[in-house]
């Protein structure tokens, strides 16, 4: 089993900036692939970026320039440094984390970032 928990949520105004972080235990030794997702209201979560274990990433278009994506093996975290915010960005935050070896997808609980003035 692996248990995230994610902080670092708020609401910030056009233009600021957040950092999510995401803490991993349990059998976080397993893991390889792990990432953040986002879900807005009426809408299907969506994919905002990944990491590998090696430091490989990947990105929504929608973020790409503005969102950093970021990984401390040693202490099982992952951190989203989020630029340039814009409204549309406003949504739960869901970390997510992927075994190597079951291939088994754990979630966070989410937590909620709101972008307005």
């Known amino acids: 089993q692996v248990q995230l928990v994610e902080s670092g949520g708020g609401l910030v105004q056009p233009g600021g900036s957040l950092r999510l972080s995401c803490a991993a235990s349990?059998?976080?030794?397993?893991?390889?692939?792990m990432g953040w997702y986002r879900q807005a209201p009426g809408t299907q979560r969506e994919l905002v970026a990944t990491?590998?274990?090696?430091?490989?990433?990947n990105y929504a278009d929608s973020v790409k320039g503005r969102f950093t994506i970021s990984r401390e093996n040693a202490k099982n975290t992952v951190y989203l440094q989020m630029n340039s915010l814009k409204p549309e960005d406003t949504a739960v935050y869901y970390c997510?984390?992927?075994?190597?070896?079951?291939?088994?997808?754990?979630w966070g609980q989410g937590t909620q970032v709101t972008v307005s003035s």
């Open positions: 997510n984390a992927q075994r190597s070896d079951t291939l088994a997808n754990y």
């Open positions: 990491i590998t274990s090696g430091g490989s990433t």
């Open positions: 349990g059998s976080a030794f397993r893991i390889n692939v």
